[in-house]
């Protein structure tokens, strides 16, 4: 069993920038890949990016590429994701989540509430 804690949401302005953190537990954060997805009130929720275990391989959202970037220290069992030029339309609820083997997410935090203010 995998817990997954994201901290690190809030209220910005259009133009700032925040750093989400989720942090592992149960099992080392190693094991697995891990990514960031996101639900906005009556959307879908929608893949942000994913990281391999190692850190070594990345996959960007279209609409964040170039603006945020996922990161993982796995010596703290944590994965981050640094949103800069954050605009109204990344408001949503951001999750965390994990993957043992390729496919689907097996895991998921609780959610952290990004909000961006034109």
């Known amino acids: 069993q995998v817990q997954l804690v994201e901290s690190g949401g809030g209220l910005v302005q259009a133009g700032d920038s925040l750093r989400l953190s989720c942090a592992a537990s149960?099992?080392?954060?190693?094991?697995?890949?891990m990514g960031w997805f996101r639900q906005a009130p009556g959307n879908r929720r929608e893949f942000v990016a994913t990281?391999?275990?190692?850190?070594?391989?990345?996959v960007y959202a279209d609409s964040v590429k170039g603006r945020f970037t996922i990161s993982r220290i796995n010596a703290k069992n944590t994965v981050y994701l640094q949103m800069n030029s954050l605009k109204p339309e990344d408001t949503a609820v951001y999750y965390c989540a994990a993957r043992i083997v390729p496919g689907t997410f097996d895991y998921w935090g609780q959610g952290t509430q990004v909000t961006v203010s034109s």
């Open positions: 990281i391999s275990k190692s850190g070594a391989s990345t």
């Open positions: 149960g099992r080392t954060s190693s094991s697995f890949d």
